[in-house]
């Protein structure tokens, strides 16, 4: 009769021995079988983990958001904000075919500066936006947003301008039917965000302040102007730009991505 004991590392085998004659035992003693090599094994565990980590990754990238990317109707929620509760502006689309496609006798350095304010130009690149118009007192103010294909081509538009302002060939000066006209660059506030700037000129008796701002797929201009020495506060245009960089965000949030 066979019989068999197994522990962890060792198989222990006895049976009587037939043919002897005090029938004595023989104990054999000898290694227990294992389950695949331990190279096998380390193997295993690191396909398991390779799966681990390629499943992490690549849930990682579904929960990704994708770019930011404005449509005409986000615009006009903005700017439904920005209508002044005393009724004194509206918001509306840019009417494209009333702009004006005629290239103003303006030095190429400092077009940038001054197609899409005083010369009331498309933006370069642009696709479509939305503005709206209000008079202070005294002055005036325009803000329009413009609406890009994606965000690098809103940057490229916003990088034509910055260079014009602060590049190394940037407009100095140029003679307006005014005079002569130096754009200066203004201070930000602390409000300011990263992909905005301002500056000022003055033409004739005219005080004029230009902020921009890109942000995600859009770059919206405001433009103020106000009589020269009027005392008018560029910082003020920096402020309504803040506000408008808010409600930009908060449509944003809702926006599918």
């Not at 700017?79 to 502006?89: E, H």
């Not at 500066?113 to 370069?124: E, V």
Request: aromatic share 8%; net charge negative.
């Amino acid at each position: 009769m066979r019989m068999l004991a197994e522990t962890d590392d060792q198989k222990v085998s006895w049976w009587p021995m037939s043919g002897s004659a005090d029938h004595s035992d023989t104990l054999e003693l000898g290694l227990a079988p294992r389950i695949g090599s331990p190279r096998s094994r380390r193997l295993t565990l690191l396909v398991l983990a390779l799966v681990v980590v390629v499943g992490s990754a690549m849930a990682v990238v579904r929960q990704w958001p994708g770019p930011l990317i404005y449509r005409p109707a986000d615009l006009a929620d903005v700017y439904a904000s920005m209508v002044r509760s005393d009724g004194s502006n509206m918001a509306s689309p840019i009417v494209l075919d009333q702009l004006n496609t005629q290239t103003p006798p303006v030095d190429p350095a400092c077009l940038p500066l001054f197609d899409t304010t005083q010369y009331a130009m498309a933006a370069p690149g642009g696709l479509d936006g939305v503005g709206t118009y209000w008079t202070t007192d005294p002055g005036a103010i325009s803000m329009f947003t413009w609406r890009y294909p994606d965000t690098r081509a809103a940057r490229l538009g916003f990088d034509r301008v910055q260079r014009a302002l602060t590049g190394p060939t940037r407009c100095a000066q140029f003679e307006a039917a005014g005079g002569v006209v130096v754009p200066d660059p203004i201070a930000l506030t602390p409000e300011s965000r990263a992909g905005e700037l301002a500056y000022g000129y003055l033409i004739g008796d005219g005080a004029f302040t230009v902020v921009l701002l890109q942000y995600a797929n859009t770059v919206t201009w405001e433009f103020r102007y106000s009589p020269a020495g009027a005392g008018a506060d560029p910082a003020d245009a920096v402020r309504l730009m803040h506000g408008l960089w808010l409600q930009l965000t908060a449509v944003g949030d809702r926006l599918p991505r």
